[in-house]
């Protein structure tokens, strides 16, 4: 199927569409996830466990489903597998035993990464008509709002509650109103599937396949992302670290993340925009350059008991997360050819989320410990992500392909 620039905008836009509802569903979810389990009596190193595995889970799945969907052309069957797995989150409401809690949490990340490579892909092909950045810049700003309006449903809420303390029950509320969004979601999947069906038909236009056509400058990027990524922490952590130390009521904590998503939102469209400016000078490899510093500053900034260093380092934490949605996918869009873009998302996803999973669980340990050495750390790493940058020199010149 040959998109035009009016299809291809459709295409982004519904996409974008169903991203919301996903992120209204997920996103609030993420936002109390690690306050929960605190309820339900787990520790930090517990915490930061069962988040970095069901990121390094749901990331590592997508080394599967993206090269599983480049050989079968089956793009659309992983989109929705992976958005019906979204249903563990409003079943989140019927648990009040951490273990199953966890269960569903990881199995929420792994329904996500069967599905993320075949969307990058898809959406990829809108992207080359309107711009890689601008494209996934405009789908990040689309499903923040959803990220905004998730956490920001637990906030009401739990404003509506009027009770100082929040106990399990009134989280398990929380969970219950996705049932709704889920519902919709479903709705305009299956009107997308319909419009798009025959995207999946669009890989066959090139017959060489493997990971030979995976290009050097990929791995290089995926390095760089690995130690960088390994150093910023989750939010889960961030909010376990505000309500054990009592720094903010509980339904604050939601409202911080709904913050930092709008930040990623508004972020994530200008840092795409940028990209494409720079991309044809080759400076847009300097946009990353600045993010090890920035996370830097953030791990310093998050773990304070200061409320106004806490909010400045939300602020921080959503950029980076803008630019890890829009400018690193464009970038592996722009890099790889089309006939292993699945499979070289799947795999650049996978990296992701090892070092996610492994981030989280040393954050979550050497927070059990000291706060100082897990900044250290973790400070540390970031300073070693700066050094690899400028000894890669990392030539990303876009393949166009």
Request: hydrophobic share 50%; aromatic share 16%.
């Amino acid at each position: 199927m040959k998109l035009t620039g009016k299809s291809a905008f459709t295409l982004v836009l519904l996409f974008g569409i169903i991203s919301l509802l996903g992120d209204i569903i997920y996103e609030g979810a993420r936002s109390v996830n690690g306050q929960y389990l605190n309820i339900l009596g787990v520790s930090a190193f517990t915490v930061g466990f069962v988040v970095g595995i069901g990121e390094f889970l749901g990331y590592f799945v997508r080394l599967f489903s993206g090269y599983i969907a480049d050989r079968i052309s089956s793009y659309w069957f992983f989109v929705i597998l992976g958005y019906g797995l979204l249903i563990s989150v409003p079943l989140l409401a019927t648990s009040d035993f951490w273990g199953v809690a966890s269960l569903l949490i990881i199995l929420e990340r792994i329904g996500k990464g069967l599905r993320s490579p075949a969307k990058d892909t898809l959406v990829s092909h809108g992207t080359k008509n309107i711009g890689t950045g601008l494209g996934f810049g405009i789908l990040e700003f689309i499903d923040q709002i959803g990220a905004v309006v998730g956490p920001l449903l637990f906030t009401l809420l739990f404003i509506s509650l009027q009770t100082p303390q929040k106990t399990a029950a009134d989280y398990q509320k929380g969970y219950a109103l996705f049932w709704i969004p889920f519902i919709l979601l479903i709705l305009v999947l299956l009107f997308t599937f319909f419009r798009f069906k025959t995207l999946d038909k669009f890989q066959g236009e090139t017959a060489d396949k493997g990971y030979s056509n995976i290009p050097k400058v990929f791995w290089k990027f995926s390095a760089f992302t690995f130690i960088s990524t390994l150093g910023f922490v989750n939010f889960a952590l961030i909010g376990y670290h505000i309500k054990s130390n009592q720094i903010l009521p509980d339904s604050y904590i939601p409202f911080l993340y709904a913050v930092a998503m709008i930040v990623d939102a508004i972020f994530g469209i200008i840092l795409g925009r940028l990209y494409d400016s720079l991309k044809p000078q080759n400076r847009h490899v300097y946009i990353f350059m600045t993010l090890p510093i920035l996370t830097a500053i953030t791990v310093g900034l998050a773990f304070s008991k200061s409320v106004i260093l806490i909010f400045f380092a939300i602020g921080l934490w959503g950029i980076i997360m803008g630019a890890h949605e829009t400018i690193m996918k464009a970038i592996v869009s722009d890099i790889t050819p089309i006939s292993t873009r699945g499979t070289s998302f799947g795999i650049f996803h996978t990296i992701y989320g090892l070092a996610t999973f492994l981030g989280g669980v040393l954050a979550g340990f050497l927070y059990d410990i000291s706060l100082g050495l897990m900044i250290g750390v973790l400070v540390l790493i970031e300073s070693l992500a700066t050094a690899v940058f400028f000894v890669f020199k990392m030539p990303l010149y876009p393949q166009n392909r």
